[in-house]
């Protein structure tokens, strides 16, 4: 994925299913640290943490997993898959 992508595409679909009461916990990943990324983060986050605050990459760290997968993991299952091909 590049920051394009998502800026344009997983940001907005992330802040329209948490409905806007989310936590990023933003990562080393390119796409995070692009700096259209952390601009337009800064710009439209109330909240954002600039990079050098972030902490380390910690699965304790991570709401994700237990807010945004589970929608995400819902609507991925809604349609039954039969193939790889499918998929």
């Not at 920051?3 to 936590?23: A, C, E, G, I, K």
């Not at 990324?37 to 986050?45: D, V, Y």
Request: contains cysteine; negative net charge.
């Amino acid at each position: 994925m590049d920051s394009q992508y998502y800026r344009d595409v997983l940001l907005p679909v992330l802040r329209s299913v948490s409905r806007n009461m989310f936590t990023f916990q933003q990562d080393s990943a390119a796409a995070h640290r692009a700096r259209d990324t952390i601009e337009l983060l800064c710009h439209s986050t109330p909240d954002f943490i600039a990079p050098d605050m972030w902490p380390p990459n910690s699965a304790d760290l991570n709401p994700v997993d237990y807010a945004i997968w589970s929608i995400m993991q819902e609507r991925g299952y809604h349609t039954r898959v039969h193939d790889i091909d499918e998929l």
